[in-house]
């Protein structure tokens, strides 16, 4: 999604939010709490998860204005277009999936928090807006070495030029990494030349048929999802085809091979039918969440695209060359 130029009034609006976030953590010594947090969370008199929802509640809450009674998590609609979707689960999935990466900061390398905690905030979207402002504030708090100099970078990390001038903890820098891992373990080969290129099954040359559009709601909404998100819904709709034996009367031939027709799978299939297969495809968008995760608790387990880098590794070098790329 690219970013649209900020107006002076959104940009005087951010400046007066920092400076409210920057007294009120100050004022509740957020800089021991994060301390606190780092050592092993839910073990002794460190945080419980519950509290550390509730501070993310309170960063998003303050950068965004919004009353204490009516802060909550509100990402329910967040739809991301040209933003990697596969890192937006279904709402009832964010909190558990930020749970564990809460819970796996005990069994992950020292200082990786700063950038795991932080990553899946990113990933999971639970507010509607200011989610990367958010994740950059916990960065910041998480990385830095003294309270004197988290305040000093708190108001850059929560500007309108944040996501420029300091770390930008996205975890869209390996998506296609995670992707193809979680292809992988539902089948999908992929040819030994160091490329993301995947080998679709059973022949297929496409994954969809591109002028297809089908009318009914079910059916639109999941077709919406393929401009956007192919091969994770390709898979979910092959997997669930495929289990029902209704591949091949939803497939036409086209001059590189089969593809999937959304006029006959809107022919063939009952709304029942299309609500298992967005359920499968929101499991893989969760699924790639917990690889992220995973991908810090196991290191040396996950590798980029090229196979040359364990995948951790690789994300914190893609950050640091990005941030170093914009401050040019």
């Not at 089948?187 to 490329?195: H, K, L, M, R, V």
């Not at 497939?251 to 709304?271: A, H, Q, Y």
């Not at 980029?304 to 880098?309: A, E, K, P, R, T």
């Amino acid at each position: 999604m690219e970013e649209q130029p900020i107006e002076v009034n959104e940009k005087e609006f951010r400046a007066q939010q920092a400076e409210k976030l920057v007294g009120f953590l100050n004022k509740i010594g957020a800089y021991e709490y994060i301390q606190k947090l780092k050592l092993n969370p839910e073990t002794g008199d460190e945080p419980s998860f519950e509290e550390f929802r509730d501070f993310l509640l309170r960063i998003n809450g303050i950068l965004r204005d919004i009353p204490i009674s009516e802060r909550t998590a509100d990402g329910k609609t967040v739809y991301l277009e040209g933003f990697d979707p596969a890192l937006v689960p279904k709402q009832e999935d964010k909190e558990g999936l930020l749970k564990e990466a809460y819970q796996a900061v005990g069994n992950i390398q020292g200082g990786d928090e700063e950038y795991l905690l932080p990553a899946v905030v990113n990933a999971v979207h639970l507010f509607a807006d200011g989610n990367g402002r958010t994740s950059r504030v916990l960065h910041t708090l998480l990385q830095s070495k003294s309270e004197e100099e988290f305040t000093k970078k708190l108001q850059t990390s929560v500007s309108d030029s944040g996501r420029y001038d300091t770390a930008d903890i996205s975890p869209a820098l390996i998506s296609t990494d995670i992707e193809k891992i979680v292809l992988m373990r539902h089948g999908i080969q992929f040819e030994d030349n160091g490329e993301y290129s995947p080998i679709f099954p059973e022949g297929f040359g496409h994954l969809f048929a591109s002028i297809e559009e089908p009318k009914t709601p079910k059916a639109k909404e999941f077709m919406s999802f393929r401009r956007i998100d192919q091969p994770y819904c390709f898979i979910s709709a092959y997997e669930y085809l495929k289990a029902k034996d209704l591949l091949s009367k939803v497939t036409v031939e086209i001059p590189s091979g089969l593809t999937l027709s959304p006029l006959k799978m809107e022919k063939e299939l009952t709304e029942d039918d299309w609500n298992e297969i967005i359920k499968e495809y929101y499991g893989l968008k969760k699924e790639h969440v917990k690889v992220l995760i995973d991908t810090f608790v196991e290191p040396h387990s996950y590798k980029n695209v090229d196979g040359s880098m364990d995948l951790r590794d690789y994300f914190i070098k893609k950050i640091q060359e990005r941030l170093e790329k914009n401050l040019g």
